[in-house]
């Protein structure tokens, strides 16, 4: 069965690669990045430059919600430390459909600074405490990382 949410949201966007696909595949986008400064790369993509913790880009996804609906998608490849990770699953995962799909990359111990990161918190431990039906794909999008994947299920919306 194929799936294809009507809204996906990158966040943590670098090249605009994941967003690219989303695009392609039809469905309308949102792309979040404080490092990269992306054009617009078609009609159904809307890129916002900035943090992804900060309420005033929070608000902007929200109108984008209200025009297009629910989050079906998001692929989380930010910061890759435990509370803005945290933070992040807080803000959006408000926003999501019912049975969305939440796409964390990077779930590796790799991706624990202790100058950072709380002690003995990671993205690991970020990944254990998300709820959900979840799985993890070892070298799918790049060798050496794992991807986890969240089936969010009624409950979290």
């Given at each position: 069965?194929t799936y ?7 966040i ?8 690219a696909?989303?695009c392609?595949?039809g469905s ?6 404080i490092?990269t400064?992306?054009?617009?790369m078609?009609?159904?993509?809307h890129?916002?430059h900035?943090?992804s913790t900060?309420?005033n880009?929070?608000d902007?996804v929200v109108r984008l919600?209200e025009?297009y609906g629910r989050?079906g ?15 992040e699953?807080?803000?959006y995962?408000?926003?999501?459909a019912p ?5 964390c990359?990077d ?14 918190k990671g993205?690991?431990q970020?990944?254990d405490?998300l ?5 993890l794909y070892?070298d799918?999008l790049?060798f050496g990382?794992?991807?986890g994947i ?5 409950c979290?919306c």
């Amino acid at each position: 069965k194929t799936y294809k949410p009507k809204l996906c949201l990158e966040i943590g966007i670098q090249t605009g690669m994941a967003s690219a696909y989303m695009c392609a595949a039809g469905s309308h986008v949102i792309g979040i990045d404080i490092l990269t400064d992306i054009m617009e790369m078609s009609d159904n993509f809307h890129f916002i430059h900035g943090d992804s913790t900060d309420y005033n880009i929070y608000d902007e996804v929200v109108r984008l919600v209200e025009e297009y609906g629910r989050l079906g998608l998001v692929f989380q490849d930010s910061s890759h430390h435990y509370l803005p990770s945290k933070r992040e699953w807080w803000l959006y995962s408000q926003l999501l459909a019912p049975n969305a799909i939440w796409i964390c990359d990077d779930i590796t111990p790799a991706f624990h600074d202790p100058l950072v990161d709380p002690p003995g918190k990671g993205m690991m431990q970020y990944f254990d405490e998300l709820p959900g039906d979840k799985r993890l794909y070892q070298d799918m999008l790049h060798f050496g990382n794992c991807q986890g994947i969240v089936i969010c299920d009624d409950c979290l919306c």
